[in-house]
């Protein structure tokens, strides 16, 4: 190896100096060469193409896949049969969501939210059990689920034709897989009113007894008799009334 420019080149003016520093081209020898080439490994053999089972990726998944949400489904045509028989009071052919509208924890009231959209988004009839609104709700729904763990008496809970579905994470996950259709096939539609004809979506009527202050006035039946304040018994402890209609 040795400087071209050194052995062949004499005038310095015919390649400028940039930087301080004049150009030299570098003439590698046959021998040099060899010598830089062993530095480089020689390649190895190529691998071969792995091949990749997916059922045996996911055979891990299906042992910790929720209960209540078959995965993957066997038949979409009876595909609400795959869930657990229990039906709620008046709920073998309608869709019963039990949910909250109190606020005060942010994320069970946004869970409610969620499904309610979620279900009202396929425009059929749902029978909505608000359980602060009414304590006959809440331990309906505790009865319901009677030995299943604690978390499964917060709403939002759905059931469907008298089949639980679940929670707000397994209502999401079948809107998730596209099988929200399958759930809820076979029910009727709703026609050009949306919200109930007796209480407007409410699903209450306030006490006429009453008026919603939960107390009747019971007048003396005799001579120095006091009247006395009762608790009223034609609603409950808000109040209200259920709506015959929807409820």
């Given at each position: ?75 979409l ?10 039906c709620?009071?008046r ?7 039990y ?57 939002p809970?759905?059931?469907?034709e ?26 009727p539609?709703?026609?050009g ?38 608790k ?15 409820s």
């Amino acid at each position: 190896m040795g400087c071209v420019s050194s052995t062949l080149l004499t005038h310095d003016d015919e390649f400028p100096k940039i930087g301080g520093f004049s150009h030299h081209f570098v003439s590698l020898t046959s021998t040099t060469y060899g010598l830089l080439n062993t530095l480089d490994p020689p390649p190895a053999d190529p691998l071969p193409p792995e091949t990749i089972n997916a059922w045996d990726l996911m055979s891990d998944l299906d042992e910790n896949a929720n209960p209540n949400l078959p995965n993957p489904p066997l038949n979409l045509n009876n595909f609400l049969e795959n869930f657990e028989k229990i039906c709620p009071p008046r709920g073998e052919k309608r869709v019963v969501l039990y949910t909250t509208s109190l606020r005060g924890v942010r994320k069970t009231f946004e869970d409610c939210e969620a499904v309610r959209s979620a279900i009202r988004g396929l425009g059929i009839p749902v029978c909505e059990r608000d359980i602060s609104m009414h304590r006959g709700f809440r331990d309906e729904l505790r009865e319901l689920v009677k030995g299943k763990t604690a978390d499964h008496c917060i709403p939002p809970r759905l059931f469907v034709e008298g089949r639980y579905v679940g929670g707000a994470e397994e209502v999401i996950g079948i809107v998730d897989k596209g099988f929200i259709a399958a759930l809820v096939q076979g029910l009727p539609k709703l026609g050009g009113a949306c919200a109930c004809e007796g209480c407007g979506g409410a699903g209450f009527f306030p006490c006429s007894t009453c008026h919603g202050s939960c107390k009747l006035v019971k007048e003396g039946c005799g001579i120095g008799v006091r009247s006395v304040v009762v608790k009223c018994g034609d609603c409950n402890e808000n109040g209200l009334v259920l709506c015959p209609v929807c409820s």
